[in-house]
Every structure is written in structure tokens, then in C-alpha cells.
């Protein structure tokens, strides 16, 4: 119910009430007064028949009492009046008139208890009084001057009825003008309560509308209300409220929205929207604080594949990174599995990243707005559309999101692209910070010329190659190698020369080594190889002779030259010949001395007899 008709009707209550509680305490007020009317008229009446019969007997004319009553008759209202002897006066003067003679129940009871009786009697229009006559000696004219009984004797009564329906049917008249007075009123009243109470209603009513708007977002309602009271105070500081609001929320979703890079619609709720963003936004702090303690990129991006997966509810997906240099994607994440092949592409793209519209644009691909826009799309025999985010790591695109969904599910992945994307921006920055280091790791960890692994490796990653070691009960054979004398080279052709010839020399340790050995430059040109030994037919033995014999057999091409050299090479075992891995290094060290001194040019294995050398010659 409206306040308007809430208020009005309470009113009408309220009067209505007032005007039938008048009503029934002016009818009860008028009854009491027509009663006490009729009651001291009664009285009035039968003293006036008291003292009348009285005075009769003194004068001797008591006989024309009859006539006497009968123009009592006459009197308005008066309806009967009669006198009834008591038995003391029936003794001494007989029984009187018939009139006087045989009293009702009520007379007899008055005579009796000398109490009067006073009633409403005939549906409440007429009165009956009935009022004993008691014998004394006071007054004028003297009772006890004709009777012979003693004072306070009951002498008879007198019974009056009085008609009061003239003095009812004045009491209603006066009764309904002044009802007919209050309702008019009563109407008066209500019609300038309404005229005062209207302003508040209209301002009940702005502030009803305007605050509705405003929890649907919508804070440009005002209260259009004129005057100078505390009414239009109101309306005034909620008009100010509502243009504050209107400002500062919309400045703040504009200003989140461009930091979100999204464009809002004309027609938004700016106080969902705000709240929904700046939510988001919190998310994405708490991510990205996530993301930064990460140690590599690919953990990174399988907390990204979470985010989509359990924040975004989104079953399909692919995340690829990105190999420019190779021209290749890898998918990392497909499906919320890890490592899974490519589902939702044409797998040229693994081979050929320049087949990829998304990474070979760098903008984003929508099949929901464009149709048929990616050819590489394969979403098999289902209706499925998709969308490509690609991902810029240092301007260029360092991997993709691919989104894939169903027709009826578009509206919701649009809704909830903006957050998407800015989670793809904030990790974006810090993929390519854990990309960087491992590269920077990786430049520390290699050497610059030859591209092989380097000491600092080594002293890294002896641990994890000892603890895997000891897991899978095998054996190391380490390998120290050294060219002969490589200092003539540097001498006699140069620096560029003795270069050329190391990385000969790597190139051709990488090709007799599996990918699962280790080559690395231990300093100069000494190189180290480790090998998992894994039988008899590939061991430390087999492949240092195979290496001493490739070296011998290569012809490294200078300017105006080609150079032929020899390596020779000791080896030890890890942890056959010491279960300390860097004695048994020092044990394959020793034996490369023991090759050099007995000739160079061979593979000698470390033996207890052998000492540890201070240096080694080249």
C-alpha cells in the first residue's frame, strides 16, 4: 500500500473512530441527562401531590383529590400520576378511592423498604418513579397533624410516569446536528491535512524511486520539491548525494574500466559494475602476487590454465607458448590437462606458428563475432566457437590463450572477457620477467662461445645428478679431455684459430654423447663429458675411445689451413672409484695428467697407484 493512500486511510480511520466514540458517549451523556430530567421531575411531581393532599386534608377538601390528579394529567409528558395508601392511613381513615387501593409488586416493595424506585419502563420511553411518603413531623405542613402514627411511618406512595421520547427525539436531533458539525469538520480537517501532508508524500515517494534507481545502478534520479522546510532540506542533500555519487562512482568505473582496457556500454549499473571490477581487480593483485613467487614460467601458466579453468568455469581451452625462433607452439595446457597434445587446432600449427591468425596478427581472434575467421580451428563434429588471446611477451606474441565454447555460452564468455584479458596482461609481464631469468640462468650456465654447459653448471647441478643417480642405482663415468698441445694453435694462427678449433671440438663431443650426457667446458681447453652408463656396449671406455679417434679423424678448416688434432682424455667412475663425486673428478683428472705424460693422443683410466699431480702441462 502506498504512504499516500496508508496515510488517508489511517486518518478516516482515526476520525471515523472519533466521530462513533462521540457519538456513543453523547448518546450515553444525553440518556443519563434524560434520565436525571425525568427523575427530578418525578420528584418534583409527587412532592408537589404530597404537600397538594396534604394541605387538602388540613382544608378539609381532600375529597377532591381525584379531580386534583386527573389535571396532572394535563401535564406534557406526564402520563400518570397516582397515590396508593399505606396500611397505617387505610386503619385510620379506611381504604380510599379505588385508584388508592391494590398496589403492584413495585409499590408494595417501596411501602415495605421505604426505598423509591426509579426505571425506564416500555421500551425505554417511558419513566416510572415510584416514591414513598413518610410520616414527619418537621416541615409545613405537618404530617403528623392529621395522621395518628408515629414519624417515620409509611404513609402511602405516589407513582409517576413520564413519557421522555419528545426529550429522546431531541436528544438524537442535537445529537446528529452535532455529529453532521464534527463530520464536516472531521472533513475540513482531512482535506488540509492532505494539502500539508502531500509535499511529504511527493518527497516519500522521489526518495522511494530515486533510491530504487539507485541500487540498480542508476544515480541520476532527483527530487523535484519546492519550500524552505525540513521537507525540502531532504530532498535537497539526497539530490546532492545522488549528483556526488553520480560523479565520483562514474569517474571510478571509467577509470577502472581503463585500467581493465574495457569499454563500457552506454547503459550499465554503475555500482555492479564498479564493485564486479574492482573485485576482479582484487583477484588480480592476489594472482599476480601468486605468479611473482613462482620460480619458472611454466608454473605461471598452469596457474593461468587454474584461473580459467576454476574461476571462469571454462572446460575448453588451449594455452600455447610460443618458439619464433623455431616457428613452432607448443600447447602446455589443453583441457586442464598439462603436457596433452593439440585438440582444438590443425596441428600444422605445432610445425608452422605463422598458420596461427592470433599469433601471426597478434590481435585477438573472435569466431563469435567473425565466423569461419580462423581456418585452423578443428572443433570436430560439434558447435563450438572460439576465442584467440594472444599474449605479448616484449612486443611480440610469446603464447595464446584459446578459448572454446559453446553458442550458448558466448554471452557469458563476453561478460567475462575484460577480467580474462587483464589477468592474461598482469601474467603477461611476469612470464616474460621468469623467461628472462632463466635465460639470463641459462647465458651464466653456458658458455658464450661454444654453447656448451659450463663449470658453474656443474656446480649446480652435481646434486640433482648425484640424488638421481643414487635413485636409479647406476654409475657416472667421468671424462677429463684436453687437446694437445692447443697453445701452438693460439701461437702460430691466432686467437680466432684456437676458437675455430674448440668449438670444432664441442660440436664434435655434442654428436658422440646421447642428449642424456652431459658435455660441458671445465675451463680453456679442457672439456668434461659425463655419461650415464647404461651396459656394456656404452661405456666410459667404448666412448673415450670413440671420441679420441673422431678428434684424430677431424679436419678443422682456417684461412689458408686446415688443422688436424689429438685429445687425450682420463677417466674415472662415480661411485665405483670414490663415492665423492668431486674425488672422483679429481681421480678423472689425474688420469688425464697420466695420458699427457705418457704420450697424449689416449684414454687412460684412473687407478689407486696414480698420484694427484700439482699441475698438468699442455
Same mark, same amino acid.
Given at each position: 500500500?502506498?504512504?499516500?493512500t ?5 486518518t478516516?480511520v482515526?476520525v471515523?473512530a472519533?466521530l462513533v466514540?462521540?457519538?456513543l +458517549? ?8 434524560a434520565?436525571?430530567?425525568a427523575k ?12 397538594s ?7 378539609g377538601?381532600?375529597?377532591q383529590?381525584?379531580?386534583?390528579l386527573r389535571?396532572?394529567d394535563?401535564v ?9 395508601? #399505606?396500611?397505617? +392511613?387505610?386503619?385510620?381513615?379506611g381504604a ?6 391494590? !398496589? ?14 426509579f426505571?425506564?419502563?416500555?421500551d425505554?420511553?417511558?419513566?416510572r418513579?415510584?416514591? !414513598?411518603y413518610i410520616?414527619?413531623?418537621k416541615?409545613?405542613?405537618n ?5 395518628q402514627v408515629?414519624? #417515620?411511618?409509611?404513609?402511602?406512595? &405516589? =407513582?409517576i410516569?413520564i413519557?421522555?421520547?419528545?426529550l @429522546? ?9 452535532m ?6 469538520v472531521?472533513? *475540513?480537517?482531512?482535506?488540509?491535512f492532505?494539502r500539508?501532508?502531500?509535499? &511529504? ?13 539507485? $541500487?540498480?545502478g542508476?544515480?541520476?534520479?532527483r527530487?523535484?520539491?519546492? #519550500?524552505d522546510?525540513?521537507v525540502?532540506?531532504?530532498?535537497k542533500? *539526497?539530490n ?6 553520480e560523479d @565520483? ?6 577509470? %577502472?574500466a ?8 552506454? @547503459?550499465?549499473?554503475?555500482?555492479q559494475?564498479?564493485?564486479?571490477? &574492482?573485485? #576482479? ?9 601468486k605468479?611473482?613467487d613462482?620460480?619458472?614460467?611454466y ?8 584461473v ?5 568455469k ?9 618458439? !619464433?625462433a623455431?616457428?613452432?607452439?607448443i /600447447?602446455?595446457v %589443453? ?6 597434445p593439440c $585438440? ?6 605445432l610445425?608452422e ?9 597478434? @590481435?585477438?581472434?573472435?569466431? %563469435?563475432?567473425e /565466423?569461419g ?5 578443428? /572443433?570436430?563434429? =560439434?558447435?563450438y566457437?572460439?576465442i584467440?588471446i594472444p599474449?605479448?611477451h616484449?612486443g611480440?606474441?610469446g603464447?595464446?590463450?584459446q578459448l572454446?565454447?559453446n553458442a ?5 564468455i563476453?561478460?567475462?572477457? /575484460?577480467?580474462?584479458l587483464v589477468y592474461?596482461r598482469?601474467s603477461?609481464s611476469?612470464?616474460e620477467?621468469k ?6 640462468r641459462?647465458t =651464466?650456465?653456458k ?5 656448451l $654447459? ?15 643417480t643414487?635413485?636409479a642405482?647406476?654409475k ?6 684436453d687437446l694437445?698441445?692447443f697453445?701452438?694453435v ?8 684456437g676458437d675455430? &678449433?674448440?668449438?670444432? *671440438?664441442?660440436?664434435?663431443l ?5 642428449e ?5 667446458r ?6 668434461m663429458?659425463i ?13 673415450a675411445?670413440?671420441i679420441?679417434a673422431?678428434i ?5 678448416p ?6 688436424k ?9 662415480f661411485?665405483?672409484d670414490?663415492k ?5 673428478v ?10 699427457k ?6 684414454v687412460v683410466?684412473?687407478?689407486l697407484?696414480?698420484?694427484?699431480p ?5
Open positions: 500500500m502506498k504512504l499516500k496508508k496515510i488517508t486511510a489511517l478516516l482515526f471515523v472519533i466514540l462521540l457519538a +458517549v453523547s448518546s450515553f451523556a444525553f440518556r443519563q441527562f434520565l436525571f430530567t427530578e421531575h418525578a420528584r418534583t411531581t409527587a412532592e408537589v401531590v404530597r404537600v393532599m396534604t394541605e387538602s386534608m388540613i382544608n377538601s381532600i375529597k383529590r381525584a379531580s386534583f389535571r396532572l394535563d406534557d409528558g406526564l402520563k400518570e400520576a397516582r397515590v396508593l395508601r #399505606g396500611p397505617d +392511613v387505610v386503619k385510620q381513615f380510599g378511592l379505588a385508584a388508592e387501593q391494590n !398496589p403492584d409488586a413495585i409499590e408494595a416493595e417501596v411501602m415495605r423498604t421505604k426505598k423509591p424506585y426505571r425506564l419502563v416500555q425505554d420511553v417511558v419513566f418513579a415510584t416514591i !414513598p410520616a414527619s413531623d416541615g409545613q405542613p404530617c403528623l397533624q392529621c395522621h408515629e414519624n #417515620g411511618t409509611v404513609l402511602g406512595a &405516589v =407513582t410516569t413519557s421522555i421520547e419528545e @429522546r427525539h431531541q436528544s438524537l436531533e442535537v445529537l446528529g446536528i455529529l453532521a458539525t464534527l463530520t464536516g472531521a472533513a *475540513l480537517f482531512l482535506l488540509l492532505r500539508q501532508l502531500n509535499p &511529504v508524500i511527493h518527497t516519500a515517494q522521489g526518495v522511494q524511486e530515486v533510491v530504487s534507481q539507485a $541500487r540498480l542508476e544515480f541520476s534520479g527530487i523535484d520539491y519546492k #519550500g522546510d525540513e525540502a532540506q531532504i530532498a542533500d *539526497l546532492r548525494l545522488m549528483a556526488y555519487l @565520483r562512482l562514474g569517474e571510478t568505473c571509467e577509470d %577502472v581503463k585500467l581493465m582496457q574495457y569499454e563500457l556500454p552506454k @547503459r550499465i549499473d554503475l555500482l559494475a564498479t564493485t564486479e571490477m &574492482v573485485a #576482479g581487480l582484487v583477484d588480480v593483485s592476489q594472482f599476480k602476487q605468479i611473482e613462482d620460480q619458472t614460467q608454473e605461471v601458466y598452469n596457474r593461468i590454465a587454474l580459467i579453468q576454476n574461476q571462469f571454462i572446460g575448453h581451452y588451449s594455452l600455447y607458448e610460443t618458439n !619464433p623455431r616457428d613452432r607452439m /600447447p602446455l %589443453v583441457d586442464g590437462q598439462q603436457n596433452a $585438440r582444438w587446432c590443425d596441428k600444422a600449427i610445425t606458428a605463422g598458420t596461427c591468425r592470433a599469433f601471426r596478427t597478434g @590481435r585477438i581472434i573472435d569466431s %563469435v563475432s /565466423p575467421i580462423c581456418t585452423r580451428f578443428e /572443433p570436430g563434429d =560439434t558447435e566457437q572460439h584467440c599474449i605479448l616484449s611480440s606474441v603464447s595464446v590463450m572454446v565454447f550458448n555460452f558466448s554471452e557469458e563476453y561478460q567475462q572477457l /575484460p577480467l580474462i592474461l598482469e603477461s611476469v612470464v620477467a623467461r628472462l631469468m632463466n635465460v639470463l641459462e =651464466t650456465l658458455d658464450a662461445m661454444t654453447g $654447459r659450463n663449470r658453474r653448471f656443474l656446480e649446480e647441478y652435481q646434486s640433482t645428478l648425484i640424488a638421481s643414487d635413485r642405482k647406476q657416472l663415468s667421468i671424462l677429463m679431455m694437445d698441445k697453445k701452438s693460439n701461437d702460430t694462427y691466432g686467437h680466432e684459430a675455430t &678449433v674448440l668449438k670444432a *671440438l664441442a660440436k664434435t655434442e654428436q658422440q654423447v646421447r642424456s650426457d652431459l658435455v660441458i671445465y675451463g680453456g681447453e679442457e672439456f663429458a655419461l650415464q652408463e647404461t651396459g656394456e656396449d656404452y661405456n666410459g671406455e667404448i666412448l675411445e670413440k679420441r673422431s684424430e679423424d677431424l679436419s678443422i682456417i684461412p689458408n689451413h686446415v688443422l688434432k689429438t685429445i687425450s682424455i682420463g677417466l674415472a667412475s661411485p665405483q670414490s665423492d663425486f668431486w674425488q672422483a679429481k681421480y678423472a683428472d689425474t688420469a688425464l695428467f697420466a695420458a705424460e705418457s704420450g697424449r693422443n689416449k683410466r684412473w687407478e697407484k696414480m698420484e694427484q700439482e699441475e698438468t702441462n699442455s
